[in-house]
């Protein structure tokens, strides 16, 4: 095989792979046989796919140059084209050549992706705070900006879906947001190591027991978005989903005043127990 007829077959099977990818993935979830990120639904997640799209290509350049330079090395050095084989053991320039290129490389990746990592850090800005709290094996949520009224969302069973809900993915309670609103996620956790995450979002976030972490996002578009538990956290890990829905300013508007007559006050259940104790184990305290 020649080597204008290797680069062609090697462009060739590469091209077809990319054909396999969906140019947008369905909105807030994976589609079958998905190869690609979910369409992006926040910033962070925009540069997410931006940057990994940029460095998809640059790998690509860096493996082609490689195995090109290895099909040249094979075919021109090969024996029966050297008989009497050369010597050389060093080459100054190829050896600065071969240390300073790769640095600059690394450099260049880098620079966006620090960028990136301060970026989806904290909000700078935020205009609302939602805190995810991660039990076994279900997420509990506060809206402490909006009378600090708190419920759980548990996974619905199969024999609960309604038509429309993915399996797996849909929660009984539904996280509500508004769009185009810059929102600081707190994220902990009561007994095990869980992690926040939703692939549209470009979020995951550990939830830590004793202690909180901080990320953001904001949605740019209406719709119902998914995601999972994303770290080990025991049996049911595989079904302790994330189900969020962002909505205008107006509709969220309109939940939070429903939310705040439907769902209990953080903290309530606690100083429920604290009334129920008998007065001398209360003082004690």
């Known amino acids: 095989m020649t080597l204008r007829r290797f680069a062609a077959v090697f462009a060739a099977v590469f091209a077809s792979l990319l054909s396999l990818a969906?140019?947008?993935?369905?909105?807030?979830?994976?589609?079958?046989?998905?190869?690609?990120f979910q369409a992006?639904?926040?910033?962070?997640?925009e540069?997410?796919?931006?940057?990994?799209d940029w460095l998809t290509w640059l790998i690509f350049a860096i493996a082609l140059f490689v195995?090109?330079?290895?099909?040249?090395?094979?075919?021109?050095?090969?024996?029966?084209?050297?008989?009497?084989?050369?010597?050389?053991?060093?080459?100054?320039?190829v050896e600065v050549l071969w240390?300073?290129?790769?640095?600059?490389?690394?450099?260049?990746?880098?620079?966006?992706?620090?960028?990136?990592?301060?970026?989806q850090d904290r909000a700078a800005n935020a205009e609302m705070t939602i805190k995810?709290?991660?039990?076994?094996?279900?997420?509990?949520?506060?809206?402490?900006d909006h009378g600090d009224f708190t419920f759980d969302a548990i996974m619905l069973e199969e024999d609960e879906l309604e038509e429309g809900q993915p399996r797996l993915l849909a929660t009984d309670e539904t996280v509500v947001v508004p769009v185009d609103t810059e929102i600081r996620l707190l994220v902990t956790a009561e007994d095990v190591?869980?992690?926040?995450?939703?692939?549209?979002?470009?979020?995951?976030?550990d939830g830590v027991p004793g202690r909180i972490n901080e990320t953001w996002f904001k949605v740019t578009e209406p719709g119902m978005y998914y995601g999972q538990c994303s770290e080990l956290c025991g049996s049911r890990h595989g079904f302790m989903?994330?189900?969020?829905?962002?909505?205008?300013k107006e509709e969220f508007a309109a939940w939070v005043k429903m939310a705040q007559e439907e769902y209990a006050r953080a903290g309530s259940d606690l100083e429920l127990a604290d009334a129920t104790l008998p007065a001398t184990q209360g003082s004690a305290r």
Do not use: C, D
């Open 22 to 36: 969906p140019a947008q993935a369905a909105q807030g979830m994976a589609e079958p046989w998905q190869m690609g």
């Open 40 to 45: 992006p639904a926040t910033p962070v997640m």
């Open 47 to 52: 540069i997410i796919v931006s940057f990994h």
């Open 67 to 93: 195995t090109l330079l290895m099909a040249y090395v094979m075919f021109r050095f090969r024996a029966s084209a050297n008989p009497t084989p050369s010597k050389t053991t060093h080459n100054s320039l």
């Open 99 to 119: 240390t300073v290129i790769p640095i600059i490389i690394l450099v260049v990746v880098a620079v966006p992706s620090f960028k990136l990592l301060y970026f």
């Open 132 to 144: 995810a709290i991660g039990h076994q094996w279900y997420w509990a949520y506060e809206y402490p």
């Open 193 to 205: 190591i869980h992690a926040w995450a939703i692939p549209a979002f470009g979020v995951k976030m």
């Open 241 to 248: 989903p994330i189900q969020v829905k962002a909505v205008s």
